[in-house]
């Protein structure tokens, strides 16, 4: 650390001083066979998250895994090990959809870790840098090289950019002591399925002399105490080992310079905008040993955002990709198997997992369409829902997470369904729910966004409710959506967000549907 590091280090600094994450990696074995209650507190509650491995207070021993699945890609022999691994914990065990196009498995028995991780590396997965002070699951367009408007296909990059931060899934000790999270996205279509606006660091499609390559934004965030949008570095480069070197220049500057004092002002945009923009490129330029190239006028993101659900053409003729809608992303061991079995015998054996937690099954041939359509879990997981289930988002809420004020995935699905059922909307309508302030369901981004909170009922009584955001815009000109009312009781949401319909969205009631509420 340079001179200028603050003396005073927060307490995750300590624990991470004395003793790196990733060490725990070689006594996994020893900590399955004492057992989860005899390991130490930091070990047990921070350091396992190098690893992937989350314990949950709110249900001990029932530990939750998060993966790591560059460009949400999933092979329908990852989808089957997924729903192995779950099976054996009964109805504890499921697997969630992540807004980073990623899994989280669910209801694991803390001795059963060491030979999951095996049965996952043997697929050609890792978990591990998942978790705390580490880059999370990098992001990037769930249809790339498949996609007929792709400006660029990404999938390659994104591989060394993970490579490069977990030493092919061996853990890279070079990253693993950073001030805070990190978030990376690699676009490469013009709707920006990315969210580029709220990563630290995120390249745009950009054209510069006639060759296509990346615009970069930097220092997007969201925190319980600050959010804000990316903001452009005045930087193009070309689609090659630049965007790896640029990555792996501003993680270390950021490990080595970012603040490890107060940890709600750790992330990238605080160090950004100690330094300014200009230092911060400048100190990159000299990091990576040669000047960058200045941004191109105009990046290629035009388009509004897709959701991808339904049958589309591919870029590939009589070829089709499938988007499967996953209510809240919620999925248990017999979806993971049907998952695989569809992708295996109507596709590829690949499949594509979304930020808004749904999947997309590929290469489908135009002759398999229609019979694919007849499948049962298409029942479950609709390739046309309704137009408020469609843009239906949630983070884990109090079912699994301390943080959380509300429980959120039923609330979300409940309301998006019953108010399906009532209203007719010329759109999709994208309501996003979050349980806390930390935003992970991202309520900023979308038409309606919904934060847990405490509220208090017409009784004056204090009951489970939410904040509303609204204002979000994705896609081309992408930008946040603010905070806009306070305190909602949970049990008054569905006729208030009716109104909210009706009056901004162009909602009409159903046919034959009268209100009585
Ligand atoms: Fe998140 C912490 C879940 C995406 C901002 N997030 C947590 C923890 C780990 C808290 C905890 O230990 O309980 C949650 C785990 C709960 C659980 O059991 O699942 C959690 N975050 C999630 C997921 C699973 C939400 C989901 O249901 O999809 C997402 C996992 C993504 C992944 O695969 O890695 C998830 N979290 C996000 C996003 C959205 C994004 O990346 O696009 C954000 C906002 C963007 C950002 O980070 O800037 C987000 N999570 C946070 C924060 C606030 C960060 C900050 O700077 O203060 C926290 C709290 C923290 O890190 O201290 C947090
Ligand atoms: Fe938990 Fe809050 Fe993140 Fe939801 S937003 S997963 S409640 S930390």
């Not at 070689?26 to 989860?36: P, V, Y």
């Not at 615009?215 to 949008?229: D, K, L, W």
Request: hydrophobic fraction near 40%; aromatic fraction near 8%.
């Amino acid at each position: 650390m340079t001179s200028s590091t603050p003396t005073k280090l927060n307490k995750f600094e300590k624990y991470k001083a004395e003793k790196d994450g990733l060490a725990v990696k070689s006594e996994l074995e020893h900590f399955a066979e004492i057992g989860w209650e005899a390991m130490d507190d930091d070990d047990r509650v921070h350091r396992l998250k190098w690893l992937g491995i989350f314990y949950r207070p709110v249900t001990p021993n029932k530990f939750m895994l998060r993966m790591r699945l560059p460009s949400g890609i999933m092979t329908s022999a990852q989808s089957r090990a997924f729903g192995e691994v779950i099976q054996r914990y009964g109805e504890d065990g499921c697997g969630d959809v992540t807004t980073r196009q990623n899994i989280q498995l669910r209801g694991i028995r803390f001795e059963d870790f060491p030979e999951i991780l095996r049965r996952f590396e043997a697929v050609d997965m890792t978990s591990i840098q998942s978790g705390m002070d580490n880059v999370r699951n990098i992001t990037a367009s769930p249809v790339a090289g498949i996609d007929g408007a792709e400006l660029l296909d990404t999938r390659d990059l994104v591989q060394q950019v993970q490579d490069l931060i977990t030493n092919k899934g061996q853990g890279n000790p070079a990253f693993t002591n950073l001030p805070r999270k990190f978030n990376i996205a690699i676009g490469g279509c013009p709707d920006n399925s990315i969210h580029a606006e709220i990563n630290d660091i995120a390249f745009v499609p950009a054209y510069k002399d006639g060759v296509i390559g990346f615009n970069v934004v930097v220092g997007g965030f969201f925190s319980a105490s600050r959010v804000a949008a990316a903001v452009p570095m005045d930087v193009w480069v070309a689609p090659n080992n630049d965007v790896v070197a640029l990555c792996e220049a501003i993680l270390t500057l950021f490990r080595d310079h970012g603040s490890r004092a107060n940890r709600q002002k750790s992330r990238l945009m605080w160090m950004i905008d100690e330094w300014g923009l200009d230092k911060f490129r400048a100190e990159v330029e000299k990091f990576m040993g040669k000047p960058l190239a200045r941004a191109a006028a105009t990046d290629e993101v035009n388009w509004d955002k897709r959701d991808h659900l339904g049958v589309h053409p591919q870029k590939q003729a009589g070829l089709n990709y499938v988007g499967l809608h996953i209510p809240a992303g919620r999925m248990f061991a017999e979806d993971f198997f049907e998952l695989a079995r569809l992708a295996d015998v109507y596709g590829s054996g690949e499949i594509r997992l979304t930020v808004e937690q749904n999947a997309i099954l590929i290469n489908v041939p135009d002759s398999r369409v229609e019979l694919l359509k007849q499948e049962p879990l298409l029942e479950k997981f609709q390739l046309e829902p309704g137009a408020l289930m469609r843009g239906m988002v949630s983070c884990t809420g109090a079912q699994f997470c301390k943080f959380a004020m509300v429980e959120t995935k039923n609330q979300a699905i409940e309301l998006a369904a019953n108010l399906d059922q009532e209203l007719d909307l010329p759109n999709t309508v994208r309501m996003h729910w979050t349980g806390c302030p930390n935003s992970c369901g991202q309520p900023q981004v979308a038409d309606l966004g919904f934060m847990g909170t405490k509220a208090r009922n017409k009784e004056k009584k204090p009951v489970p409710g939410v904040d509303l955001f609204m204002g979000g815009k994705v896609g081309h000109e992408a930008h946040l959506g603010t905070k806009v009312m306070k305190g909602i009781p949970a049990e008054e949401l569905q006729p208030f967000v009716r109104d909210i319909l009706m009056e901004k969205f162009g909602a009409t009631l159903k046919p034959g549907v009268t209100i009585t509420d």
